[in-house]
């Protein structure tokens, strides 16, 4: 069955850099996009943008420029949220998610990352 | 950019009660609209695709109409574990998404 897998949650010093890694299975990763979603502590959904993963070409919201990079690894079908100069305003649980079967919807969903910024 | 509104924010209701929680694009989407339901420290389900399309094992209870701008997700008989917070999601210009900002369901 279809299924995303996140990496564990992660405590980073402020200016420090994070990686949370999505892991796919159960379909063809290279079919459909990943999206990356963040939720702020106690907040709404904020999409961050999406990655092509038969391209590899993302493409970030607006207020995800510049020190959000997603990448991918399409032979262990796995998608990638590097995250550079942490400030205390990342705090939250990031997301992937794809649309599979709903068109236009994220039906699948990785159980969520949490970063932590502290010094 | 496509912004979402939702309200209200905060909803009480009982079990049994109807609940129905609206939200409005600032242009047209057509139905291109999905809702989701998230329960603390979990991921986001989806409930509703394609503005009234039930998702796979959702509960009948949940329905969703509307089309353009306005649209509605109505919980018809609310469940003990239908306490949660929903969002809506426009997806006219997928694959750039945009959330609403919730609607919270809490016990009277």
């Known amino acids: 069955q279809e299924q995303l897998v996140q990496s564990g949650s992660e405590v980073k010093k402020p200016g420090a850099s994070v990686t949370i890694s999505c892991k796919a299975s159960?379909?063809?990763?290279?079919?459909?996009?990943i999206h990356w979603v963040r939720q702020a502590p106690g907040q709404g959904l904020e999409w961050m943008g999406w990655i092509n993963t038969n391209s590899g070409n993302p493409t970030y919201a607006q207020d995800f420029t510049g020190r959000f990079v997603f990448s991918l690894d399409t032979s262990v079908q796995t998608a990638y949220l590097q995250i550079s100069s942490l400030k205390p305003g990342d705090i939250g649980v990031y997301y992937c998610?794809?649309?599979?079967?709903?068109?236009?919807?994220?039906?699948?969903w990785g159980p969520g990352t949490l970063v932590t910024v502290s010094s | 950019d496509i912004q979402m509104s939702q309200s209200p924010s905060s909803v009480s209701a009982s079990v049994g009660d109807r609940v129905i929680i609206t939200c409005r694009a600032s242009?047209?989407?057509?139905?291109?609209l999905a809702w989701y339901q998230q329960k603390p420290g979990k991921a986001p389900k989806l409930l509703i695709y394609?503005?009234?399309r039930l998702q796979t094992g959702a509960p009948s209870r949940f329905s969703g109409s509307g089309s353009g701008t306005d649209f509605t997700l109505t919980i018809s008989s609310l469940q003990p574990e239908d306490f949660a917070t929903y969002f809506c999601?426009?997806?006219?210009?997928?694959?750039?998404?945009?959330f609403g900002g919730g609607t919270k369901v809490e016990m009277k």
């Open positions: 394609a503005a009234s």
């Open positions: 242009q047209g989407v057509n139905t291109w």
């Open positions: 159960g379909y063809t990763f290279t079919k459909y996009p």
């Open positions: 999601q426009q997806a006219n210009t997928f694959p750039l998404l945009t």
């Open positions: 998610a794809t649309q599979i079967a709903s068109a236009g919807a994220l039906d699948y």
